[in-house]
């Protein structure tokens, strides 16, 4: 059961520039969680936000949760080519079994031009 | 180093041979999870297991089996792999099931299925 939907699908843009990646979601959640995947690799956690926060930092990384809309949505500023990787958004909620159920979206390509 | 080992990394197999993909965390983790990654269809989970011998089913058990004797390994087995089998593997541990927290995710072990 597909729970996050990441939008875009993909993302180009030059370096420096900001990249925001969106997630929506269809059922109340716990807590919202952000990953990157380089290509074919394992995924890294990045950043946890709970259902009653707003915003979280962590280096030069932003989430925003609006629990009202169901959605989230992941900035990453002055980008770097490093960044380069796919990044997804995963969720758990009470009406997905809890917290042994974490559903990952598809996901959003980003490649950052040199 | 603190890791989720998986092996093998790369596979490719012959229909209905069995084969078993291990998993290792070094992290004294009580959850564990198998996902499958295919394009177009993001990560979906396989099995999980909370703890020593508690497994239970994800979003698509079908054709595979897990067991959990043992706290740190978490083998997916495939009695009789079909290909659509033919998918890139992860496994992934977090510290416990009360709380929400990351996932950490093995490298991946992408099998072929002929």
């Known amino acids: 059961s597909q729970q996050g939907e990441e939008d875009p699908q993909a993302l180009s843009i030059q370096e420096g520039e900001n990249a925001t990646m969106n997630c929506s979601y269809k059922?109340?959640?716990?807590?919202l969680q952000w990953y990157r995947q380089n290509s074919g690799r394992g995924l890294v956690h990045l950043i946890l936000?709970?259902?009653?926060?707003r915003e979280k930092h962590s280096g030069r990384l932003r989430v925003t949760l609006d629990t009202s809309k169901k959605s989230s949505s992941l900035l990453i500023t002055a980008s770097r080519a490093a960044d380069t990787a796919s990044y997804f958004c995963?969720?758990?909620?009470?009406?997905?079994?809890?917290?042994?159920?974490?559903?990952f979206g598809k996901g959003t390509k980003l490649t950052v031009n040199p | 180093e603190a890791q989720v080992t998986q092996n093998p990394r790369y596979l490719i197999t012959v229909t209905g041979k069995k084969l078993t993909v291990t998993c290792s965390q070094n992290?004294?983790?009580?959850?564990m999870s198998w996902y499958r990654q295919d394009p177009g269809l993001g990560l979906r989970q396989i099995y999980y297991?909370?703890?020593?011998?508690?497994?239970d089913k994800g979003d698509v058990p079908e054709g595979y089996k897990v067991s959990r004797k043992e706290k740190r390994n978490f083998p997916l087995i495939l009695e009789s792999p079909s290909p659509n089998q033919t998918s890139l593997y992860f496994c992934?541990?977090?510290?416990?099931?009360?709380?929400?927290?990351?996932?950490?995710f093995g490298e991946g072990s992408r099998l072929t299925v002929l």
């Open positions: 992934a541990s977090r510290p416990g099931t009360a709380a929400p927290g990351e996932l950490f």
């Open positions: 059922t109340s959640i716990n807590n």
């Open positions: 936000i709970r259902s009653n926060e």
């Open positions: 995963a969720t758990d909620g009470s009406l997905q079994g809890g917290s042994e159920k974490l559903v």
């Open positions: 992290m004294n983790h009580e959850y």
């Open positions: 297991s909370m703890n020593v011998e508690v497994t």
